[in-house]
């Protein structure tokens, strides 16, 4: 089941611009993942955040946590015309075993240039 | 180099005839797991094993097959049961998660249309 619901579905802006995507979860998670997908293309892994931490930073990538609310944001700065690309989030729950992930339904990503 | 190869990029199934997908890592990796993603949509999790000879289903694994044989190989087979097999196949793999979530990587993915 999808359990991950990302926010909004779709973003398009200026070259240098930042983009922020949003991603709200059901269940109680471990951590949770981001990743990239190309058109066409496999899912990049991009950065994992632990339920104990708030931030964590990645080149021009922040990402945020709050169990409290169960969501998570992905900001990326000074935006490129080569971060276009759909961006998911997936959440690794507590209840279940193993290293299954859940993934969200995703962001399309415009940069323009 | 080392990654996940999915093979092939573009598959067309019959109607009533069972395809093979094929996913290969050279990662080591312990767990693989297999996707599908329909247009414009998430991930949904068909199979995938922890270990060697061992699989569990997924969220949506009704008219597909696993088989995991080999720690580098974990073929999907898309049966005459799955009615909309038309979709985009993601293969992925991870190390062990021992109860949490680990990164994985993913393969380029194989597009099944039905003829």
């Known amino acids: 089941s999808q359990q991950g619901e990302e926010d909004p579905q779709a973003l398009s802006i200026q070259e240098g611009e930042n983009a922020t995507m949003n991603c709200s979860y059901k269940?109680?998670?471990?951590?949770l993942q981001w990743y990239r997908q190309n058109s066409g293309r496999g899912l990049v892994h991009l950065i994992l955040i632990r339920s104990n931490e708030r931030e964590k930073h990645s080149g021009r990538l922040r990402v945020t946590l709050d169990t409290s609310k169960k969501s998570s944001s992905l900001l990326i700065t000074a935006s490129r015309a080569a971060d276009t690309a759909s961006y998911f989030c997936a959440g690794s729950p507590r209840e279940t075993s193993g290293s299954r992930l859940t993934f969200g339904e995703g962001t399309q990503l415009t940069v323009n240039p | 180099d080392g990654g996940i190869t999915q093979s092939p990029k573009y598959l067309f199934r019959k109607e009533g005839q069972n395809v093979t997908l094929s996913c290969e890592q050279n990662l080591n990796h312990d767990a693989m797991y297999w996707y599908r993603q329909d247009p414009g949509q998430g991930l949904r999790l068909i199979y995938y094993?922890?270990?060697?000879?061992?699989?569990q289903k997924g969220d949506i694994a009704e008219g597909y097959s696993v088989s995991r044989e080999k720690k580098e190989s974990f073929p999907l087979t898309v049966t005459s049961a799955q009615k909309n097999p038309t979709a985009f196949y993601l293969c992925?793999?991870?190390?062990?998660?021992?109860?949490?979530?680990?990164?994985?990587?993913f393969g380029d993915g194989t597009r099944l249309s039905i003829l």
């Open positions: 094993s922890q270990i060697v000879n061992d699989f």
């Open positions: 992925a793999s991870s190390i062990a998660g021992r109860g949490l979530g680990q990164p994985q990587h």
């Open positions: 269940t109680s998670i471990n951590n």
